[in-house]
């Protein structure tokens, strides 16, 4: 496995803001004469969660490295927080997704087969990216070729959605500064249209921090919209869960985060991507 650190914002010429991240971590299959010579792969950008507050680790490196197994080169998203605020977080999201999509033959990537993975806070930053990648502000600062903006499929892990009514309170502060006009732009729910990447949605019914309402909202939404979307509803698990496994679970934490019924989520994933044709490619 090759390893990589690639510094966003010096990358694209954009300035960084005052102890702002933008960084993404590249986990890519090497290219071995011996058995996958020619081959290319789908790609997966991790975006973990942390209420804007901090990027949790049990929700980057383990699932980047899960995806990895399946045949995926896997790319983690290690982006600013507070003190923090939009529009960073949402242009740290875009350039990772047109990082992958220009650098595709430097990394053996399907270009049209880049998906992106959020959890909780890190849901509601990759809803930002797959709704809002042809908005104004992605234009002022990467042109016109929005097609690069856009991942081609979406996993939200117990998004944080509305920021709006049964939002996560802290998360919706944090990166709108309390602003109101912008806490209802940033309602992932309200921008969804049938240009929408397909998403596979998952959550707990009682995740008593980000309510499961949020998933519910953003199903609807592309419902409406007439876009493709999968949801699955586990009865029982709290939130944070990650892959749900002893790996992920925490050191002193394990009777509660390990949660068999919920681990299911990922394979749930994997044939929701291969629907949509992420396969290895020979």
């Known amino acids: 496995?090759?390893?990589?650190?690639?510094?966003?914002?010096?990358?694209?010429?954009?300035?960084?803001p005052k102890g702002g991240k933008g960084y993404l971590t590249c986990y890519i299959h090497e290219h071995s004469d011996e058995y996958c010579k020619g081959r290319l792969r789908p790609a997966m950008i991790v975006v973990g969660g942390g209420a804007y507050l901090f990027v949790s680790d049990r929700e980057k490196e383990p699932v980047a490295i899960k995806y990895l197994a399946e045949g995926f080169n896997s790319f983690v998203l290690d982006y600013s927080c507070?003190?923090?605020?939009y529009p960073y977080q949402f242009l740290e999201g875009v350039m990772a997704t047109r990082f992958v999509k220009e650098n595709a033959k430097k990394y053996h990537v399907i270009k049209n087969k880049v998906a992106m993975i959020g959890f909780s806070a890190g849901g509601h930053l990759a809803g930002t990216v797959a709704t809002l990648y042809n908005d104004s502000v992605a234009i002022k600062y990467f042109g016109k070729k929005v097609e690069l903006n856009r991942p081609d499929a979406m996993v939200f892990s117990y998004p944080v959605v509305t920021l709006g009514f049964k939002t996560h309170g802290g998360t919706a502060d944090r990166i709108t500064g309390g602003d109101k006009g912008l806490k209802e732009y940033l309602s992932v729910d309200k921008h969804v249209t049938d240009k929408t990447p397909p998403a596979f949605i998952w959550t707990t019914k009682n995740d008593n921090t980000v309510p499961y309402e949020n998933s519910l909202m953003l199903f609807d939404a592309y419902k409406k919209a007439g876009a493709w979307c999968e949801l699955k509803l586990f009865e029982k698990g709290v939130h944070g869960l990650s892959l749900a496994t002893k790996e992920t679970a925490g050191k002193g934490t394990e009777s509660y985060m390990i949660n068999e019924d919920v681990s299911a989520w990922f394979a749930c994933s994997m044939d929701f991507l291969h629907k949509l044709g992420f396969y290895v490619e020979d």
Do not use: A, N
């Not at 390893?3 to 954009?14: Q, R």
């Not at 507070?82 to 605020?85: A, G, L, M, Q, S």
């Open 82 to 85: 507070e003190p923090i605020k």
């Open 1 to 16: 496995m090759l390893i990589e650190k690639i510094d966003l914002y010096d990358y694209y010429g954009i300035e960084r």
